[in-house]
């Protein structure tokens, strides 16, 4: 099948503004990691290693480490709730608020959120729901889509956001200096978290021997959301689990150098239950959500190392495919390398879709020395493609490849292929009508063929040595 994958066509049509703005935004996320990690430790590589032994133990005994945290976190006095499905996540907050009487309440930035699109759903249920990161706030006044885990609005610029503000507003004037872009939605928003009812959060970490959570945000908009409400709901995906608290001590060290270049993430929550008797404010009810929604089928698949991210999006930053595409070109919540290989399989049902997304790829490997927990992405990316073949799911932009194995497979064709080869230096192959070869042609550019050069030299080098 010849065509043009959807991700390169998304590419060629995004704005000059847009692509610079993931490149630029990007680029300095890449620069700022290498530095900060390079200059506290001397092999990082052995805390990405040991980062990923902790990540895999865990997943081999997911089960029992479930088990022991909603101990811990019912000991705290948490109410836990399992959600297998999407719909079941979304229904489970859904009762808890009727539950509490929830009608207006906070968010806090949630990729479990985004994976199920639980925004959306809570307002057309009558509930008021406001993204309490800027990013994502912005995001929610465009009606437009995160395009990067952790910078969702990567993909635009001060101009962009202060043209929302104005038109939605948030502001009388337009202005663009992003200290009064900050300072104005930090107003828009104080009135906002004290009139809500509650608030969601994601959790970047829960620790199964002590039901302790944690929280990272680098704008506090989750301690401000949690203070002056009474109901504190977290959804969590099964997989962010970690057995012990002093695990902690390698994650966050990795997670704040990897995500944003900082030694460690500004406002780093603790969270240890509902409020208790002597702390002056806080939630006097606490939720946590586990969320399957398809984790347990990526970890029996022979890709369960993709269940090891902490969601830095250091991934996403150094790859050369998310730089020109942007994380929308992606067609999922979860864009760049990490959702090329988790998207696919995540939403099982959706493979036929986006097993084009393994393709996206040139397998450099900038992914994997990047990855904090070392996941093997380009090896995960193959697998795909692989699962792709054997299901025979049709790719556009896919070369059929059996004409070359014949080929490749047969010594006196390849030899008068190679002696040939040279011909078409001399061929006018870019304006042949033949729409296969052109749809390729469009995307790429033969270098000049030296086919059989090599076979000439070591002929000429086994006669002259006798």
Request: hydrophobic share 35%.
């Amino acid at each position: 099948m010849i065509g043009i994958q959807p991700i390169d066509q998304y590419a060629r049509d995004i704005s000059d503004e847009k692509q610079h703005s993931v490149i630029d935004g990007s680029s300095a996320g890449t620069e700022k990691r290498y530095y900060v990690l390079h200059k506290d430790y001397p092999d990082p590589d052995k805390l990405r290693k040991l980062a990923a032994s902790i990540k895999d133990h865990t997943l081999n005994h997911l089960g029992d480490y479930l088990a022991k945290a909603e101990k811990s976190l019912t000991e705290r006095g948490v109410k836990v709730h399992f959600a297998s499905t999407d719909e079941d996540a979304r229904q489970t907050i859904l009762s808890i608020l009727r539950g509490h009487g929830v009608s207006q309440l906070t968010k806090s930035k949630s990729m479990a959120a985004e994976e199920i699109h639980l925004n959306p759903f809570l307002i057309e249920n009558g509930v008021e729901c406001l993204e309490s990161d800027l990013g994502e706030f912005i995001i929610q006044l465009d009606g437009d889509e995160p395009s990067h885990i952790v910078k969702p609005i990567i993909h635009k610029n001060r101009r962009e956001i202060a043209r929302t503000f104005q038109r939605e507003g948030v502001a009388t004037d337009y202005n663009d200096d992003p200290e009064t872009i900050t300072r104005r939605a930090r107003v828009h928003f104080r009135k906002k978290y004290m009139e809500a009812q509650a608030v969601i959060t994601g959790a970047n970490f829960v620790c199964a021997d002590t039901g302790r959570m944690v929280l990272a945000t680098n704008e506090g908009n989750s301690r401000f959301g949690m203070a002056p409400v009474p109901v504190h709901i977290a959804l969590v995906g099964i997989e962010k689990i970690i057995p012990e608290q002093k695990d902690l001590a390698v994650f966050l060290n990795l997670l704040g150098r990897s995500a944003t270049g900082q030694q460690l993430t500004v406002y780093t929550e603790f969270i240890n239950g509902p409020r208790s008797a002597n702390q002056p404010d806080g939630p006097d009810h606490m939720h946590v959500v586990f969320m399957d929604n398809g984790r347990t089928d990526v970890l029996a698949s022979n890709c369960k190392e993709i269940l090891r991210c902490i969601r830095c999006g250091a991934c996403q930053n150094v790859c050369p495919v998310y730089r020109q595409a942007s994380g929308h070109a992606y067609r999922s919540t979860y864009g760049g390398p990490i959702g090329a290989v988790l998207s696919p399989i995540l939403f099982g049902k959706r493979f036929p879709e986006l097993a084009d997304l393994p393709k996206a790829s040139s397998l450099c490997g900038a992914c994997n020395e990047v990855c904090p927990v070392d996941i093997p992405i380009p090896d995960l990316l193959l697998r795909l493609r692989d699962k792709a073949k054997r299901e025979e799911i049709p790719s556009a932009g896919a070369i059929p490849m059996s004409p070359f194995a014949h080929l490749a497979t047969s010594p006196s064709l390849w030899r008068t292929a190679m002696t040939m080869s040279k011909a078409m230096n001399h061929l006018p192959i870019q304006v042949a009508p033949i729409k296969p070869l052109q749809d390729w042609l469009g995307q790429r550019t033969l270098p000049e063929s030296h086919g059989g050069d090599f076979r000439k030299w070591m002929k000429n080098r086994k006669n002259a040595s006798g």
